[in-house]
């Protein structure tokens, strides 16, 4: 069963209950209003928490979940989460945080931030979904697909533009959506998408994952600690920290992440690879002196 909440695309439950609240019975309706009351904390305690706050039977609160199209009060929370991360997400939530602030410095605060965190990202990537990642990548008789949002965009290409010196049949989608409605037509079964996205989430991106798995994809995911949605439709994830010394979110420890599967990539497929690169090279420097 959909969840509701995550198809319409709004982003928002606490619209999402209000809309609602004329279908609902009469207990539901006080689930509802107990959460908007405290939005978004009473919902993300326990069903007997939230039952005993709207002075309404536990078995109550599981049918006004289900009753806003989710398909249980685990989904109905994983998504007030998700949305919670989202807002925490935003630049302007950011501004005045105390650790912006460095009593030594910028360039020492930036390098002890980003130190850290691509270590850390580092340190906790799983290392099996790392060697599925590359395994997958380096398989010529794999179609390599990536795309990604509006900065993880240039991740995608960054990635891709190597694999393509490294190996054939690799594509990155541009971010029309008519380019985008083309790379779910042309799926087929086996092929690989890498996609990137980090908070807050890209829900053109989430639907363009979940139409390809659908066709049969193998989705590679590239997103922050917190997983972008899409991550229920991938077999692989690589979360990266996004901390910065700033309001925005960094891409740093995410490039880090592409850097190590480059590498990766380029030792699997060892003379292969080389014998393509130097192919390319030779087919730049041609045209180069002919002046094309």
Same mark, same amino acid.
């Given at each position: 069963?959909?969840?509701?909440?995550?198809?319409?695309?709004?982003?928002?439950?606490?619209?999402?209950?209000?809309?609602? !609240?004329?279908?609902?019975?009469?207990?539901?309706?006080?689930?509802?209003?107990?959460? %908007? /009351?405290?939005?978004?904390?009473?919902?993300?305690?326990?069903?007997?928490?939230?039952?005993?706050?709207?002075?309404?039977?536990?078995?109550? #609160?599981?049918?006004?979940?289900?009753?806003? =199209?989710?398909?249980?009060?685990?989904?109905?929370?994983?998504?007030?989460?998700? *949305?919670?991360?989202?807002? !925490?997400?935003?630049?302007?939530?950011?501004?005045?945080? &105390?650790?912006?602030?460095? *009593?030594?410095? @910028?360039?020492?605060?930036?390098?002890? #931030?980003?130190?850290?965190?691509?270590?850390?990202?580092?340190?906790?990537?799983?290392?099996?979904?790392?060697?599925?990642?590359? /395994?997958?990548?380096?398989?010529?008789?794999?179609?390599?697909?990536?795309?990604?949002?509006?900065?993880?965009?240039? !991740?995608?290409?960054?990635?891709?533009?190597?694999?393509?010196?490294?190996?054939?049949?690799?594509?990155?989608?541009?971010? &029309? @959506?008519?380019?985008?409605?083309?790379?779910?037509?042309?799926? $087929?079964? =086996? &092929?690989?998408?890498?996609?990137?996205?980090?908070?807050?989430?890209?829900?053109?991106? %989430?639907?363009?994952?979940?139409?390809?798995?659908?066709?049969?994809?193998?989705? #590679?995911?590239?997103?922050?600690?917190?997983?972008?949605?899409?991550?229920? @439709?991938? =077999?692989?994830?690589?979360?990266?920290?996004?901390?910065?010394?700033?309001?925005?979110?960094?891409?740093?420890?995410?490039?880090?992440?592409?850097?190590?599967?480059?590498?990766?990539?380029?030792?699997?497929?060892?003379?292969?690879?080389?014998? $393509?690169?130097?192919?390319?090279? @030779?087919?730049?420097?041609?045209?180069?002196?002919?002046?094309?």
């Amino acid at each position: 069963m959909a969840d509701a909440a995550q198809d319409t695309g709004d982003g928002s439950v606490s619209a999402l209950i209000r809309r609602s !609240l004329d279908t609902l019975s009469s207990g539901e309706r006080k689930v509802g209003r107990a959460i %908007v /009351a405290n939005y978004p904390i009473a919902g993300l305690g326990t069903v007997a928490e939230l039952a005993q706050r709207a002075s309404v039977s536990p078995p109550t #609160v599981v049918r006004f979940v289900t009753r806003l =199209g989710f398909s249980g009060y685990p989904a109905f929370q994983k998504r007030l989460v998700r *949305e919670v991360q989202e807002r !925490l997400g935003s630049p302007l939530e950011q501004y005045g945080r &105390d650790d912006l602030r460095s *009593e030594d410095g @910028e360039l020492a605060h930036a390098s002890r #931030v980003f130190s850290e965190s691509i270590i850390t990202t580092l340190g906790d990537l799983p290392e099996s979904e790392f060697e599925r990642t590359v /395994a997958m990548l380096s398989d010529p008789r794999r179609r390599i697909r990536l795309i990604g949002g509006r900065f993880s965009q240039l !991740l995608a290409e960054y990635l891709g533009a190597h694999l393509m010196l490294l190996r054939p049949d690799v594509d990155v989608v541009p971010g &029309d @959506e008519f380019s985008r409605l083309a790379a779910v037509s042309d799926t $087929r079964r =086996g &092929d690989v998408v890498v996609v990137f996205d980090y908070r807050r989430y890209d829900q053109a991106i %989430v639907r363009f994952s979940r139409r390809v798995a659908d066709r049969g994809a193998e989705l #590679v995911l590239f997103t922050d600690r917190w997983l972008s949605p899409a991550a229920d @439709e991938a =077999g692989t994830v690589l979360p990266a920290n996004v901390d910065a010394p700033s309001p925005f979110d960094s891409l740093v420890p995410a490039m880090a992440v592409v850097e190590t599967v480059i590498a990766g990539v380029t030792d699997r497929l060892g003379e292969t690879g080389r014998r $393509r690169v130097e192919a390319m090279e @030779e087919l730049r420097t041609s045209s180069a002196d002919r002046g094309d």
